[in-house]
């Protein structure tokens, strides 16, 4: 039987700020013999965010969403304002879900005052975010890393739209012996194609509507590069493409390693497409897997 199906009665969404609290709770679960998911978030929560709770539920007795916009992880001050944040339409939706617990910290409680720690994940950390975006990676590393050992979970869910974060959080799992196994869901995407973003609400409406060609130019190069040609024409007519579609500037359009995100010069092994682009205020990120044997 699913452990979400054992569950008898669904008991409201409980909401927690205290680190305490939130050891007490899951103690009390671990003591039931119960498996314990948890789903770390910024809020402004969407589909993306609610297809890592579901397939949470669906695999762990009791689920944990998280919402705290991480000022590590913001490397400027009108962004971390503007982000997003919208606490009682999100507890709305995961209580729906049958989410168990929302860990909703201040910023104090996770950063108390002296913080100092940062936790890096060398070269992973460097590249495409982390070399636009300074200080980014090690920011999610660190507040990740917190998130993991106050709630001890059995496993960890993220999506693969943050596909750097991703590998950066599962080679930092890898490295600190953390007991959780890192869980990676598809990109969910709208009609049109655009990867699902909890900052496509801060597009107008004539953005809006250009913005799914970033993932029109990522299936053209991801087809273009498939079978091993070389990179260089490909990511050159792209990144005229999204010039053309209003993207400016473009952090960047570069062909990485799956595994390694290593840069690589043609899809000779498992590679992905990877781009970052701004479209006026609005910096958006996405990438496609290039398969290299077809
Ligand atoms: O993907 C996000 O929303 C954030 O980077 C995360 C993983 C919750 C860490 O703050």
Known sequence: MKPAARRRVQAPLAILRGIAEL?????????????????????ALHAGHLALARRARDECDRVIATIFVNPKQFNQADDLTGYPREEAD??????ALGVDLLFAPPVEEIYPEGFATNVSVAALARCLCGATRPGHMDGVATVVTKLLLQS???KAYFGEKDYQQLLVVRKMVRDLDIPVAIVGVATVRETDGLALSSRNVLLT??????????????????????GGAAAGPPLAWGREELVRAGFDPIDYLELRSAPTLEALA????????FAAAWLGQVRL????PVDPGS
């Not at 007490?24 to 910024?42: D, K, Y």
């Not at 999100?90 to 209580?95: C, E, Q, V």
């Not at 990120?285 to 496609?288: S, V, Y």
């Open 23 to 43: 050891r007490q709770t899951v103690a009390r679960w671990r003591c039931a013999g119960q498996s314990v998911g948890i789903v770390p978030t910024m809020g």
């Open 266 to 273: 043609r899809a000779d092994r498992p590679a992905r497409i």
């Open 152 to 154: 001890l979970p059995d």
């Open 205 to 226: 409406a004539e953005q809006r509507a250009r913005a799914p060609e970033l993932y029109r130019v990522l299936r053209a190069l991801a087809e273009q590069l498939e």
């Open 285 to 288: 990120i996405d990438n496609l």
């Open 90 to 95: 999100d507890a709305g939706k995961l209580h």
